[in-house]
Every structure is written in C-alpha cells, then in structure tokens.
C-alpha cells in the first residue's frame, strides 16, 4: 500500500515539472495570450519589494509624483534613466516640490538603473 503512495507521489512530481506556468505573469484586464506575453521587469519587481509605494503610485500622486508623471516627464534615455539612478540611491528635493526624496544608499546601482528604467518605459 506504501509503495502505491510512493509511486503515485513521484508520478504526479514528475508530471507537474513539465508544467508551463510562470509566476512572474501579471494578470489584469488584458486576455489570456496577452497575459502570457506580459512579463513582470525586473524594475517593477523591484519596486514592488521596496518602500517606494510609501510615497509613489503608478498613476496618483501621493506623497512624491506618480510613476507616469516621471515617464512623462522625462524620455527614457541612457542620460535620464543615469539621473534618475542617481536620484533613487542619494534622493534629493526640489524638482517635484518642497518634500525631499529620501536616500536609498543601501541600494544597488544596477537595482536601481532597472528601477528607473522600468519607470521610463511606462511613457505611452
């Protein structure tokens, strides 16, 4: 009786490996073949796991500019997404008001080069 377990267990192991899901999909209001092109950056996963949502959204200004409002403002380019890298890691105040931008000195360049360019790439 143990062995039939254990066959079935190895056998359902084996056949869920050649599964095609990726957890990396972002759902939204987009169609299952679309889904499946859309990936979730690098940038954005980033972003996600930071305190950023503290004072950003995608499309709201909170505290600091909404996502948008920057790719809007600025065209992703190697110039910008190095400006904006650079203002990620040691923050800065001024250009969207008075409310400084905290530093995040404990960040990796490359995370926040991906950051930045993730946050250009939203300009449609």
């Given amino acids: ?6 066959f079935f267990g190895v056998a359902l ?3 869920s490996s050649f ?8 759902y ?3 169609t299952k073949k679309e889904a499946i092109l859309y990936q979730i950056s690098d940038g954005e ?5 930071s305190d950023c949502i503290g004072c950003h959204k995608l499309d709201k200004k909170l505290i600091g500019p ?8 600025y065209a992703l380019n190697d110039k910008n997404v190095a400006y904006l890298t650079s203002k990620i890691i040691k923050g800065g105040s001024g250009v969207w008001g008075t409310i400084p931008m905290s ?3 404990s960040l990796k360049k490359d995370d926040a080069k ?3 360019t993730y946050i250009l790439s939203l300009k449609k």
């Fill in 114 to 116: 991906s950051m930045a």
């Fill in 13 to 15: 192991g084996g056949l």
């Fill in 66 to 73: 909404s996502y948008l409002d920057i790719a809007k403002k």
């Fill in 28 to 30: 939204s209001n987009v």
């Fill in 45 to 49: 996963k980033l972003i996600a796991k």
């Fill in 19 to 26: 599964s095609n899901y990726n957890s990396d999909i972002k």
């Fill in 1 to 6: 009786m143990k062995l039939k377990y254990l």
């Fill in 103 to 105: 530093a995040h000195a």
